[in-house]
């Protein structure tokens, strides 16, 4: 059972910059996805970047809103996502969720940053950026 535990987030002026961690457990496969989602009050959750892991190549995606803005990065051998968010705007602020799904045919699907791609979640750490 994939297990995923967030944290690093917070409140920070616009302009500034946070570094959230996803930490995973239960991932068993050699090949598999996991990605950022952010949920802000009021609106449905949103894919922000994703990441697959197979053959040694890592693709990203990124939604256009964050593209330029924020990085995601994972070590492969800590099991451990990363999203380095730089520039923050109060438009960022959100509940920011990690998402793992271990199908090996998620190379197919992480690039739509749909949710519903993703099967396992975590409860998420709040971002809040002040104006």
């Known amino acids: 059972q994939v297990q995923l535990v967030e944290s690093g987030g917070g409140s920070v002026q616009a302009g500034g910059s946070l570094r959230l961690s996803c930490a995973a457990s239960?991932?068993?496969?050699?090949?598999?996805?996991m990605g950022w989602f952010r949920q802000a009050l009021g609106k449905e959750r949103e894919g922000v970047a994703t990441i697959y892991t197979g053959s040694g190549i890592t693709p990203t995606a990124y939604a256009e809103s964050v593209e330029g803005r924020f990085t995601i990065t994972q070590d492969n051998v800590k099991k451990t996502l990363y999203l380095q968010m730089d520039n923050l705007k109060p438009e960022d602020t959100a509940m920011y969720y990690c998402?793992?799904?271990?199908?090996?045919?998620?190379?197919?699907?992480?690039?739509?940053?749909?949710?519903?791609?993703?099967?396992?979640w975590g409860q998420g750490t709040q971002v809040t950026v002040s104006s």
């Open positions: 239960g991932i068993t496969a050699s090949r598999y996805c």
């Open positions: 998402a793992a799904e271990t199908w090996a045919g998620c190379e197919t699907t992480f690039r739509t940053l749909r949710v519903r791609a993703f099967g396992a």
